[in-house]
């Protein structure tokens, strides 16, 4: 690999920066394109990816419900949601699974060199926060586990903390196994983890679908208040529709943003593409109907207002305490322990470990910054975020409106602006002799104009989300604000370029290339012919050089 790596630095002709740069503070091993020997993952790999990440959404029916919705609008409401989103990830797996590089580098190409910082530390930081949430979920289906094998022996374990903590000590206990479960898994980048995949997909659908049958055999079937329906205007009906989409949309807005960092392992440019056109909708859709079914059935039989999975297990050791009871909890929570740790991996800890790779080239790599995620999960207290900090929360999904403005700006740069066109080497260098990335000072200044009037016209009712006092008319912005941030921030970027074009595509209509001519056709980065094969030629790593250089 070290042969490799000094091979490609030279290839690509880093510029050295006198006096306080060193070419490695701009690139490391995972910010390079990812080799051929790694672009192993196929259709099926991603099909098995999605799926995993996304049938574990049993809770999200709750939310819908929760906010008016009856239960068949509650289906519908997520498909069409699931839908969009997995339109917008298709799109948004093009560039990487074409030229093969990660979100960080994408961002360069669109942001600047080092605005593109911005953009990637705002993700690394949600990406903490979200992995240290995820860790305690995980370990609630631990404590299921630790309930099921050990009973009261657990249960009983003296609280040595205080109530102002938010969390009790087996909690806490649990709360470490979780983490140390996780904990081996930060040794690996996504091309290594293929197979845990494919077994995290193997055991995600016994686990749901025996949750759903004991829940239907359970209450027989009777389903109570899920048929009932509250009356409203068409007007009010309307804007909860609207609401339920934006929510569901907010659900995967991170994994929206992040297809960058798991595209760039396909090894055809469409094996990425198509397979979550399909396989989102399908999936989230699927395990939402049966978490709304399930536990609305439960909730009309015992009185009780649950929907978390692990609520659920509880319950069922509270009322059939029995071997066989005890066995099945087991199992099932082991099963939903296995997907939420695999849903944290591939939704925070490697977007993490990319955009880390990024921030400090020079002293982190991928898998240093997933060790890093990996011990800053304690440093979260995500235990004191859910008990006590309910706007946070609210914060949390809000966030969904600035992922959508960045997505909108890097699909409309990559596939309407410089028409499929990124030029390698030009990823690596910091300095004003570069024609494409370097922007004004290494900052896109139409893209952070776009960006603002993205968020600027949801972000009142955002604040309203946060508890200040706001119009009616900004707070239904605020429902639909993940497709307001997007559509505008495409339309006002698209505008400002067609006006003011940056350097990068006046490089682009000079050469006249046409749609990703430059791109890779076979190998490394093997181009097809240009009008510029000078600059083309440049600009690439043969596969037949890259093969002789590293046999020798």
Not at 325 to 348: D, S, Y
Not at 434 to 456: D, F, K, M, S, T
Not at 488 to 505: E, G, H, K, L
Request: charged share 10%.
């Amino acid at each position: 690999m070290s042969l490799l790596f000094k091979y490609l630095l030279e290839k690509i002709r880093l510029p050295a920066v006198e006096g306080h740069m060193e070419q490695s503070q701009w690139v490391n091993e995972d910010l390079l394109p990812t080799p051929p020997e790694k672009q192993t993952w196929r259709w099926w790999n991603y099909v098995t990816l999605y799926w995993s990440i996304n049938f574990t959404n049993w809770t999200l029916g709750s939310s819908m419900i929760g906010i008016g919705l009856s239960w068949w609008q509650s289906i519908v409401v997520i498909f069409v949601s699931q839908l969009i989103c997995s339109i917008a990830m298709a799109f948004n797996s093009r560039a990487a699974s074409v030229y093969h590089i990660g979100y960080p580098c994408v961002a360069r190409s669109v942001f600047g060199m080092w605005g593109s910082y911005y953009f990637v530390g705002a993700r690394a930081v949600m990406a903490v926060i979200w992995y240290g949430v995820q860790v305690y979920y995980g370990a609630e289906y631990m404590y299921n586990i630790l309930r099921a094998i050990f009973g009261h022996h657990f249960t009983d374990i003296p609280n040595r903390l205080p109530t102002s903590a938010g969390i009790t000590s087996s909690l806490m206990l649990a709360f470490f196994l979780c983490w140390l479960v996780q904990l081996p898994f930060c040794h690996f980048r996504p091309y290594q983890l293929r197979k845990f995949f494919w077994f995290k997909s193997i055991v995600s659908l016994p686990s749901m679908f025996g949750l759903f049958i004991w829940a239907m055999v359970d209450t027989k079937g009777r389903i109570g208040s899920l048929s009932t329906s509250t009356s409203r205007s068409s007007s009010a009906t309307a804007w909860l529709i609207l609401a339920g989409i934006n929510s569901g949309i907010g659900n995967l807005a991170n994994l929206i943003t992040n297809q960058p960092d798991y595209s760039r392992w396909s090894n055809t440019p469409n094996a990425s593409v198509w397979t979550q056109l399909v396989v989102t909708p399908l999936s989230v859709t699927l395990s939402a109907s049966f978490g709304i079914i399930a536990t609305t059935a439960v909730n009309s039989k015992y009185g009780t207002n649950i929907w978390n999975q692990w609520d659920l297990m509880n319950l069922i050791l509270d009322h059939y305490w029995s071997s066989g009871a005890r066995f099945a909890v087991f199992l099932c929570a082991f099963a939903w322990l296995v997907q939420i740790v695999g849903t944290n991996i591939a939704a925070n800890m490697i977007s993490f470990g990319a955009d880390s790779s990024m921030l400090l080239p020079a002293y982190i790599d991928m898998r240093r910054g997933q060790y890093i995620v990996e011990f800053l999960a304690w440093a979260v207290c995500p235990w004191k975020i859910l008990a006590s900090a309910t706007k946070f929360q609210d914060f949390l999904s809000g966030y969904a409106l600035f992922m959508s403005s960045v997505v909108a700006i890097m699909l409309c740069d990559y596939f309407l602006l410089t028409k499929g066109t990124v030029v390698i080497p030009s990823l690596y260098n910091p300095t004003n002799t570069n024609e494409n990335y370097y922007y004004h000072r290494g900052w896109n200044l139409q893209a952070l104009a776009a960006y603002v009037v993205g968020i600027a016209l949801p972000f009142p009712g955002f604040c309203g989300v946060l508890g200040a006092s706001v119009s009616t008319a900004a707070s239904h912005i605020m429902d639909i604000a993940w497709v307001t941030s997007f559509v505008t921030s495409f339309v006002v970027y698209f505008a400002i370029c067609w006006i003011w074009p940056t350097q990068n595509m006046k490089f682009v209509r000079e050469r006249g290339y046409a749609f990703e001519q430059v791109a890779p056709k076979s190998g490394y980065c093997d181009s097809g012919p240009s009008k510029d094969e000078k600059t083309t030629r440049d600009n690439v790593v043969s596969s037949t050089d890259l093969k002789e250089r590293v046999e020798i």
